[in-house]
C-alpha cells in the first residue's frame, strides 16, 4: 500500500516558507547577540594576554602608568566570589525561611500578601537600592559591624585593622542579598508548593512535626529546585554593578577574608569605576577583556543553574 | 497544606505569652540600660524568644514542637526583616525624595544647574526624555523579535526549539554592564554611532528580549488550539493563522510581556553608563549625542557633597519607583480584564 | 461543472480567489477510496471506501473511537497536520484526487469546509468581523460584505437573533449561536462541501433542533457529511449513513453504508442492527 506524501505538500506553501524561515531567523536573534557578546569582548581578551600574560588573571593590581600596563584582575574575581557568598549566607537561610512561611504556615491571605512583598522587592532596581544603601544601610551597618568587631573580632573574618568599617564587603554582599532573596524565594516556593500533598498529609497523619516533615518530605523533594534557584540568585549577584559601586569602597588589593573591613571589589565594579576616567584605547582594552570574563563566569552559573531546574522539573514529574 | 496551624486555646495562650514577655523584658532594658540596639535584639531579644517559644512549645506539643518553634520564629523573623528592608527602602525614598518634586523638577533639565543650585531651579526633564526615548528604541527591536522568538517556540515549533529557549535563557542571565560594554565595542569602536540613545536602545533591548519572548511564549500557549485548527479549516495559511488569528487573540498577554520587559530594564544604570553616556541638556536625537536618562542622573548625583544634589537624586529615584509602579500596575490591569479574549 | 471552475478547483492562485458572479458555486461529488489512516505506527483507519453524491447529507456513525472524526480530517486537508499522520489511498473531489502533489492543501480547504464539535468562533473579532473573517484568511476576494453577512447569517439561522448587533464581541453569543456563526463563517467562502464533526453535541436540544434544520436546508446547496454520536439526529437529517467500527485491537473500518432508511429500518449486518438498536456503544 503507497503511503501519500503529506510532508512536501504541507510545507510547499511559498507564504508559510518565507513567514517560518523569517520568524525562525528572529528567533535566533538570541543566539547571534550571545555569540557577539562572546566574540567582541573575547577578541578583546586576547590582547591583554598577549601583554599580560597569566598575570592577568592570576595578580591584582591596576597600574596603567608602566609600560607594559601592569594590571591584575584576580583581587576582582575574588571579590565577585566573596561578595556574592556572603550575600548568598544572608540570602539562602532567609528566603528558604520565607518560602517556608509561605507555603506551610501562613494563612493565604497573608501569603497572596507576602508574595506581592517580594515581587516588590525583586521589581526595586538597582540603582535605588545602592542610594539606599549609600545612605541608611551604610551608617546603620557601621553600628553593627563595630560591635561585632568588638566582640567576635578575634575570628580571623571579624578582624578590622583600620578602623574603617564603611564601604565594605560586608555591606555590599548584604545588599547583593536583598537583590538574591526575592529570586531564590519565588523558586523555593515554587518548588515546596509541589511537594505532592499526599506525602504531606501522610506525614501528619504519622504524627510528624513540622521539622520532620520538612527534613525528611519537602526539601529533599525540592531539593534540586531550590539549588536551582540560589544559583539563579548567584548569577545575579555576581554580574550587580550599580549598588555594589555605590557602597564598596574599591582598593586594588585582593581582600581576602577582612569583611567586615573597608574596601574590596568586583569584576563588574572595576569596569564602571575605571570607564569614566579611561586613559586611552588600551586601558579600555583592559576593561573589556575582564568584562569578558565576567560575562563568561556569569553564563556558566547561570546554564548550570537552569540545566538543574528543568532537570530537577522533569524528575519532579 | 497547612496542617501544623491547628489552634486549641491552650496553645494561643502559651504563644501570646511567649511572645510578649521577651518583648516586654526587651523594652525595658532598652529604656533603662544603654545596651546598643544590635546587642539587644541580637544577643538577647532572639535567644530569649526562641527559648520562651521553646518553652511555649514544649507545654502544648512536647519536644516535638521545639524544633517546630524555632523554624516559626525564624521564619518570623525574616518575613519581618523583609518587611522592614522594604519599608526602609521605599520610606526614605519618599521621606527624602518629596521635596525635591515639583512641576518644574519634572520638566527641566540641568543645563546651567551646578549641584550647588538650589532646588528651585533645574529638574530631571532632559533624563526622563532620555528614559523614554531609549525605553522606545529597545522596544521597537526586542518587541517584534521578542514575538517572533515566541512564535517560532509555539506556531513554528521547529527542530531548533529547545536550542532557541536555550539561549533565551542564557540571554537572560547576561549581566546588564556586559550588554553595555558589548554595545559600546560595537557601537563605539566601529565608529557606527556615539554614545547615545540608539545605542543605550539597543543595550536595554538586550536585556529586555528574554522577558518579551518568555512571557509572549507563555501567552500564546494559552491560545485554545480549536482557534488554530479552525482558521486552517476555513483556508488559511499558517502564516496568516499565526498573524490574524493567534496574536490577536493573545493581545492583552502580549501588552502585558511588553509593560513587564520595560519594567525590567527601564531602571537599570550600568548598560547607559556606558552606551548612552549623559547629558545635561535635552536631546531628542537618537543618534546624535550621549544622552542622559534617570537612572544615569541618579547615579551622578548620589556621591555629592552637596545636600541639594544629593535630594534631586532622591527626588529622581522616587520618580523612578512610581514610573516602576506604574508600569507594573498597568500590566497587573491589562492582565486581569479582558484574558484570552 | 464548466471547464473554468474546473480548473479554478485544481490550480487556484495563492494569491485569491475569484468567485463567479453568477450564482453560488453547485454542490460537489466526494469519494473515498481505500483510505487507510496512521498516526505513527499505530493504524486507525483501513480501506474505507465511500461515495458521497451531489447535494446530499451523509452520515457517519458509530461508536466513540472507531475514527469517524479522523476519517472527515481527511477529506480536507487537515488530519496531515498532525505530526506523525500518514495516509494510503485516495479522495477524489469531483473526480480528482486531493492528495495528488500539485494540489494545494490550502486552497482545497476553500472548496471543503468544516465545523467542528467545540463552536470556535474567533474571540478578538466580532460577529461581523467572524462572518468575513474567511475571505480575509485565505485571500478571498468577493465583493458585498454586507449582503455576504446577511446572506450566511439567514442560511444558517441565525440572522434575526444577531442583525442587530453585528458588531458585538462573538463571545457574548450562547453556545448554540455560536455554532450557527460558526457554519455562517464556513459558507462565506463558499465551499461545496462542509464536513461537520458532531456539532450539535456540545449544544442544548433547541439549539440542536435548529441546526438540523439549517442542515437540512443547507444540504440543497451544498454536499454535507456529518459525523453524529446521535442516532434520531442521522435518521432526522441524512439521506446516507455510514457505519463505522473498530473492534477491539483492530483498525476502524466501515461495515455498512447506504441509505439511511435502509441502514437503520433493514440492516444487512448484524453489527449494524445491533449498534442501531442501542446495544452497544
Known amino acids: ?317 | 497544606m497547612r496542617p501544623w496551624r491547628k489552634k486549641p486555646t491552650r496553645f494561643t495562650a502559651s504563644v501570646t505569652l511567649a511572645v510578649v514577655i521577651p518583648a516586654l523584658i526587651v523594652a525595658a532594658l532598652y529604656l533603662t540600660s544603654d545596651i546598643p540596639v544590635p546587642i539587644l535584639l541580637v544577643v538577647i531579644y532572639l535567644p530569649l524568644q526562641l527559648i520562651a517559644s521553646g518553652i511555649a512549645a514544649w507545654a502544648t506539643k512536647g519536644t516535638r514542637g521545639i524544633a517546630d518553634s524555632v523554624i516559626i520564629v525564624n521564619a518570623i523573623g525574616a518575613s519581618l526583616f523583609s518587611v522592614i528592608v522594604l519599608v526602609s527602602v521605599i520610606g526614605s525614598l519618599i521621606v527624602r525624595g518629596l521635596r525635591a518634586l515639583s512641576p518644574h523638577f519634572l520638566f527641566q533639565n540641568s543645563v546651567y544647574i551646578s549641584p550647588s543650585t538650589p532646588l528651585d531651579y533645574g529638574g530631571i526633564g532632559h533624563s526622563l526624555v532620555g528614559t523614554l526615548l531609549i525605553v522606545f528604541i529597545a522596544s521597537l527591536i526586542s518587541v517584534p523579535i521578542g514575538i517572533a522568538t515566541a512564535v517560532y517556540i509555539t506556531e513554528v515549533r521547529g527542530r531548533a526549539v529547545p536550542y532557541v529557549r536555550f539561549f533565551v535563557q542564557a540571554m537572560s542571565g547576561v549581566p546588564s554592564v556586559v550588554a553595555g560594554l558589548f554595545i559600546l565595542t560595537i557601537v563605539v569602536a566601529t565608529g557606527a554611532f556615539n554614545q547615545s540613545a540608539f545605542a543605550g536602545g539597543l543595550a536595554y533591548a538586550i536585556l529586555m528580549l528574554p522577558t518579551v519572548a518568555r512571557t509572549a511564549e507563555e501567552v500564546l500557549k494559552l491560545v485554545p488550539d480549536d482557534l488554530r485548527t479552525g482558521a486552517l479549516a476555513l483556508g488559511s495559511t499558517r502564516a496568516r493563522t499565526v498573524l490574524r488569528v493567534v496574536i490577536p487573540a493573545a493581545r492583552t498577554g502580549i501588552i502585558t510581556a511588553v509593560i513587564l520587559g520595560v519594567a525590567r530594564v527601564i531602571g537599570e544604570t550600568a548598560p547607559l553608563l556606558l552606551a548612552a553616556g549623559n547629558n545635561d541638556q535635552t536631546v531628542v536625537n537618537p543618534f546624535g549625542s550621549p544622552i542622559s536618562s534617570v537612572p544615569t542622573y541618579i547615579f551622578n548625583n548620589v556621591a555629592l557633597p552637596y545636600p541639594d544634589a544629593v535630594t534631586r537624586a532622591w527626588g529622581s529615584a522616587l520618580v523612578l519607583i512610581i514610573l516602576v509602579a506604574i508600569l507594573f500596575t498597568l500590566a497587573r490591569v491589562i492582565g486581569r480584564g479582558r484574558v484570552g479574549r | ?281
Open chain 1, 1 to 317: 500500500m503507497q503511503l501519500r506524501d503529506l510532508q512536501s505538500a504541507a510545507t510547499s506553501h511559498r507564504g508559510d516558507r518565507v513567514f517560518t524561515r523569517t520568524v525562525a531567523g528572529a528567533a535566533f536573534t538570541s543566539l547571534v547577540v550571545l555569540a557577539g557578546i562572546a566574540i567582541f569582548l573575547g577578541l578583546q581578551a586576547i590582547p591583554a594576554f598577549q601583554t599580560q600574560g597569566w598575570s592577568f588573571l592570576t595578580s591584582t593590581g591596576w597600574d596603567i602608568n608602566t609600560t607594559p600596563p601592569t594590571v591584575g584582575i584576580f583581587g576582582m574575581l575574588y571579590g565577585s566570589v566573596l561578595l556574592s557568598v556572603i550575600g548568598l549566607v544572608i540570602a539562602v537561610p532567609a528566603a528558604l525561611l520565607l518560602a517556608i512561611f509561605m507555603v506551610f504556615l501562613s494563612p493565604p491571605r497573608l501569603a497572596k500578601v507576602l508574595t506581592n512583598l517580594i515581587d516588590l522587592m525583586a521589581a526595586i532596581p538597582s540603582v535605588i537600592l545602592g542610594l539606599w544603601a549609600f545612605y541608611i544601610l551604610n551608617p546603620t551597618a557601621e553600628e553593627w559591624q563595630i560591635l561585632l568587631n568588638k566582640y567576635l573580632g578575634w575570628i580571623p573574618i571579624f578582624e578590622n585593622t583600620s578602623g574603617n568599617f564603611l564601604g565594605t564587603p560586608f555591606i555590599a554582599g548584604f545588599v547583593l542579598a536583598i537583590m538574591m532573596i526575592p529570586i531564590i524565594t519565588a523558586v523555593a516556593r515554587e518548588v515546596l508548593s509541589r511537594t505532592p500533598p499526599d506525602l504531606i498529609n501522610a506525614s501528619e497523619a504519622l504524627g510528624c512535626s513540622l521539622w520532620t516533615m520538612l527534613r525528611y518530605v519537602a526539601l529533599p523533594y525540592g531539593r534540586g529546585g531550590i539549588v536551582g534557584g540560589v544559583m539563579l540568585g548567584l548569577g545575579r549577584a555576581l554580574g550587580e554593578t550599580i549598588a555594589v559601586f555605590f557602597v564598596l569602597k574599591i582598593v586594588f588589593e585582593t581582600n581576602w577574608d577582612k569583611i567586615i573591613e573597608s574596601g574590596g571589589g568586583s569584576v563588574a565594579t572595576l569596569i564602571v569605576s575605571r570607564f569614566g576616567e579611561v586613559s586611552g584605547p588600551l586601558e579600555l582594552q583592559l576593561l573589556l577583556a575582564a568584562g569578558f570574563f565576567l560575562f563568561v563566569m556569569t553564563l556558566v552559573v547561570n546554564v548550570i543553574a537552569n540545566l538543574i531546574v528543568s532537570r530537577t522539573g522533569r524528575l519532579q514529574k
Open chain 3, 1 to 281: 461543472m464548466s471547464t473554468a471552475e474546473f480548473e479554478d478547483v485544481m490550480d487556484l492562485d495563492i494569491e485569491g480567489v475569484e468567485a463567479s458572479t453568477v450564482h453560488p458555486v453547485g454542490p460537489a461529488e466526494m469519494e473515498a477510496r481505500d483510505v487507510s489512516v496512521w498516526f505513527g505506527q499505530r493504524k486507525v483507519l483501513e480501506g474505507v471506501n465511500i461515495v458521497f453524491p451531489k447535494k446530499t447529507v451523509t452520515a457517519l456513525i458509530g461508536p466513540s473511537g472507531c475514527g469517524k472524526s479522523t476519517f472527515i480530517r481527511t477529506l480536507n486537508r487537515l488530519h496531515e497536520l498532525i505530526p506523525g499522520a500518514a495516509l494510503a489511498g485516495s479522495v477524489l473531489y469531483e473526480g480528482k484526487d486531493i492528495y495528488d502533489a500539485a494540489v494545494d492543501p490550502v486552497s482545497i480547504r476553500l472548496q471543503i469546509g468544516m465545523v467542528f464539535q467545540k463552536p470556535n468562533p474567533f474571540p478578538s473579532m466580532t460577529i461581523r468581523g467572524n462572518v468575513l473573517s474567511g475571505l480575509k484568511l485565505s485571500g478571498m476576494k468577493r465583493d458585498n460584505h454586507d449582503d455576504i453577512v446577511e446572506e450566511t447569517l439567514t442560511a444558517a439561522g441565525l440572522w434575526n437573533e444577531v442583525k442587530d448587533r453585528l458588531g458585538n464581541a462573538a463571545g457574548d453569543l450562547s453556545g448554540g449561536q455560536q455554532q450557527r456563526l460558526v457554519i455562517a463563517r464556513a459558507l462565506a467562502v463558499q465551499p461545496h462541501v462542509l464536513l461537520m464533526d458532531e456539532p450539535c453535541s456540545a449544544l442544548d436540544p433547541a439549539s440542536t433542533l435548529k441546526i438540523e434544520e439549517t442542515i437540512r436546508e443547507l444540504s440543497k446547496e451544498v454536499t454535507i457529511i456529518i459525523v453524529t454520536h446521535n442516532m434520531q439526529q442521522a435518521v432526522r437529517v441524512s439521506d446516507y449513513t455510514a457505519f463505522f467500527l473498530a473492534e477491539e485491537g483492530t483498525p476502524g473500518h466501515v461495515v455498512e453504508q447506504g441509505a439511511t432508511t435502509e441502514i437503520f429500518g433493514n440492516p444487512q449486518e448484524q453489527r449494524t442492527l445491533d449498534y442501531v438498536n442501542g446495544r452497544f456503544g
